[in-house]
């Protein structure tokens, strides 16, 4: 029941610690050929390990290089491969152990992913390609962009019965994106508010900055009852932006009126957890666990133009118990049966406001009468 939204289960990645034994280092590289048409990809990646201190203080570093050459071709903006991609970033892992009983470690990473466009291919309503094999038509540029930073603190203190174990972590993401909405709203904006564009583009930035705090007491499993308790709490701050880009009949660039949008929000959680497992034989144990935890919520809506609808504040929040209970039989060291049950919570949150009911119908309709010309 540690953590949070885990749906009473979680899939867990553990990175390799840094060890006291020595110098140790690992390179990898690879090079291969795209779809074709596409252009080369390659991978870069290494490793070193290496004591600082002997028996007190290891660091890990590593590092890493991924380019995708794409494969999609877009005649109409006249370049080839827009959804190249490339990936890169590091990892520094420190860990420090003063005493048999006390360690600390902490981490650094970081990853930054670009692409100039999007993976996809037009096609007719027939089925056929629209422009020729594996191109696109987009007039609006489609790149992507997404920086990633999270630092970790863990310190585990050993006290026999059980350990005391308090996670640190901040993470920071950031990631902007456009997407190209020509095809519905250019004849959209003509049809119904008379206005003519050439191309039109919705640019969407979003941000979160999430702090997380985690208290566990637990057993170190010498006895028959195994047992963990703590406590959790996080805070996030993240915003959501969205503007069209507009271009007119020549192409040139002009004032956004039609669409704008700021959504700044906050949430944070504080949550009390409890699990037990009683080992009924050496091949027969049975657990069970429960978790409090109460959540409270609030954004702002800041939009403005044709489809901007602001809304001063919303919030919420709530209080929610769940629980889990399962039975595990050791068939052998290969084989395992068990049966669970387990309750489950995600945090909903306050809604988005959309037009009023009217607007909606004639945007409904709109949309279908550009369906059906485009379909005719």
């Known amino acids: 029941m ?42 870069v990646a290494g490793v070193i390990n290496a004591p600082v201190v002997a028996d007190k203080l290891a660091l890990r570093a590593s590092a890493f290089e991924t380019h995708d050459g794409g494969f999609i071709d877009n005649p109409v903006r006249g370049k080839s491969n827009v959804n190249s991609s490339n990936i890169y970033g590091g990892r520094l892992d420190l860990l420090f152990k003063p005493s048999d009983a006390l360690t ?93 564009y050439s191309a039109v583009g919705d640019q969407q930035v979003a941000r979160l900055g999430k702090f997380t705090q985690e208290l566990r007491l637990a057993s170190n499993g010498t006895q028959r009852v195994d047992w963990l308790v703590g406590g959790f709490y996080t805070r996030e701050t993240s915003t959501n932006e969205q503007a069209f880009q507009l271009r007119d009949a020549a192409g040139r660039s ?44 609030d954004f702002r809506q800041d939009a403005t133009g044709l489809f901007g609808v602001p809304n001063p504040s919303g919030t919420s929040a709530d209080n929610v118990a769940t629980y889990l209970a399962n039975a595990r039989y050791k068939f052998g060291d290969n084989a395992t049966a068990y049966v669970r049950y387990a309750t489950g919570y995600r945090p909903g949150g306050p809604n988005f406001v959309a037009r009023d009911a009217a607007t909606g119908r004639l945007l409904a309709r709109a949309y279908l009468r550009v369906r059906h010309a485009q379909e005719l």
Do not use: C, W
Request: charge should be negative; glycine fraction near 10%.
């Open 104 to 196: 600390v470690r902490l981490n650094a990473f970081a990853q930054n992913i670009s692409s100039d466009g999007m993976s996809t291919m037009d096609f007719t309503q027939t089925g056929a390609p629209t422009y020729g094999d594996l191109q696109q038509g987009n007039p609006v540029d489609q790149p992507f962009l997404q920086q990633f930073r999270l630092i970790s603190g863990t310190v585990s203190y050993d006290a026999g019965p059980a350990t005391l174990t308090s996670v640190s972590s901040y993470q920071f993401a950031r990631s902007n994106v456009t997407y190209d909405f020509t095809r519905l709203y250019v004849p959209l904006l003509q049809a119904f508010f008379g206005r003519t």
């Open 254 to 297: 002009v004032p956004n009126d039609v669409f704008a949008f700021h959504v700044p929000s906050h949430y944070a959680e504080f949550a009390g957890f409890a699990d037990v497992t009683v080992h009924l034989t050496e091949v027969l144990d049975i657990s069970g666990g429960v978790r409090y935890a109460r959540n409270v919520q």
């Open 2 to 43: 540690y953590g949070a939204s885990t749906m009473g289960g979680i899939l867990k990645y553990v990175s390799r610690k840094p060890n006291f034994d020595g110098v140790s280092g690992e390179v990898q590289t690879s090079l291969s050929v795209a779809t074709g048409g596409g252009g080369f990809n390659y991978n």
